[in-house]
């Protein structure tokens, strides 16, 4: 995954009841939490945590 790919993000991470798609803002290498994914979704909202949250759209 790369900026400006759509992903989608795990309800565990947005506290949402489903997986919510946007595009990939930010990509970070974090040294303590390893790579960080920044998304923004059709809202406005943006969602950032650890790469195992999320997945590509398709």
Same mark, same amino acid.
């Given at each position: ?23 990939? !803002? ?8 390893? !790579? ?23």
């Amino acid at each position: 995954m790369k900026k400006g790919d759509k992903a989608k993000v795990s309800p565990k991470l947005t506290g949402e009841p489903e997986w919510i798609e946007g595009e990939i !803002i930010d990509i970070e290498k974090n040294p303590f939490k390893g !790579i960080v994914i920044a998304i923004k979704d059709q809202l406005g909202r943006i969602f950032f945590g650890e790469e195992r949250y999320f997945l590509p759209a398709s």
